[in-house]
C-alpha cells in the first residue's frame, strides 16, 4: 500500500497538474488539513529537479494564503463560538491573560511552527483568536515556511538522485519516522 502511494505521488509529481495539487495541499494544511505538504514537496522536487525554487515557492505561498485562512477562521469564529463558551465556564479572564502572553511571543510562535512539525493549522488558527498582528503573523509565517521549504527543495536538488535511491530502499522507516513526527506534533498540542 505504501509503495502504490509513493508511486502515485511521484506520478503525480511528474504530472502538468502538479503545482496546482501542491497549492491546494499547501493551502488547506494550514487552516484543516492535518497531512503535511511535504509529502508532495518531496517527489515533486526529486522529479523535476531543475524546478526546485518554483517548486518551493509555490508551496511557501499557498501555505501562507493558507495561513491566513487558518487566522481568520480563528478571528471570525472565536466571537460566535468560543468567546460564549469561555465565558460560560468562567475562563474569559483566564483567555485574556493567554492572549496578551501570546501576542508578546506571538512572532516567535508562528515561526517556531512553521519550521517544526507541530501542526501549524494549531498556530494559525490560535494566531486568530488572539487577534495577533496580521503584518507579525504574515512575515513570521513567509519567513519560517519559506526557511522550511526552501531548505527541503535545497537538499533535494543538490543530493536528489541519492536521496531518491534512499527513500525508495527505505520507503516504510522513513514513513514510520514521518508519522512519529506528525504524532509527536499533535501529542505536544495536547500536553502544551
Known amino acids: 500500500m505504501l509503495r502504490g502511494l509513493y508511486d502515485w505521488a511521484m506520478r503525480l509529481a511528474e504530472s ?17 488539513f492535518p497531512i503535511p505538504p511535504d509529502l508532495l514537496l518531496i517527489p515533486m522536487v526529486l522529479a523535476r529537479r531543475e524546478r526546485a525554487w518554483l517548486i518551493a515557492g509555490v508551496c511557501t505561498l499557498a501555505s501562507v494564503v493558507g495561513g491566513f485562512a487558518g487566522y481568520a477562521i480563528g478571528y471570525f469564529l472565536f466571537e460566535a463560538i468560543g468567546q460564549p463558551v469561555l465565558a460560560f465556564y468562567g475562563y474569559l479572564d483566564r483567555f485574556a491573560d493567554f492572549q496578551g502572553m501570546y501576542n508578546e511571543w506571538g512572532a516567535w510562535i508562528v515561526a517556531g511552527a512553521g519550521v517544526t512539525p507541530f501542526p501549524y493549522k494549531v498556530i ?3 494566531s486568530g483568536v488572539t487577534q495577533l498582528d496580521p503584518w507579525v503573523f504574515g512575515l513570521a509565517s513567509v519567513v519560517s515556511r519559506g526557511l522550511r521549504f526552501f531548505i527541503v527543495a535545497a537538499l533535494l536538488w543538490k543530493w536528489g538522485p541519492p536521496m531518491r535511491v534512499f527513500i525508495e530502499r527505505r520507503l516504510g522507516l522513513l514513513a514510520t519516522l514521518a508519522f512519529g513526527l506528525l504524532l509527536g506534533g499533535f501529542l505536544a498540542l495536547k500536553l502544551l
Do not use: D, G, Y
Open 124 to 126: 494559525t488558527i490560535a
Open 16 to 32: 502538468r497538474h502538479a503545482l496546482w495539487a501542491l497549492a491546494l495541499i499547501s493551502f488547506i494544511e494550514s487552516s484543516v
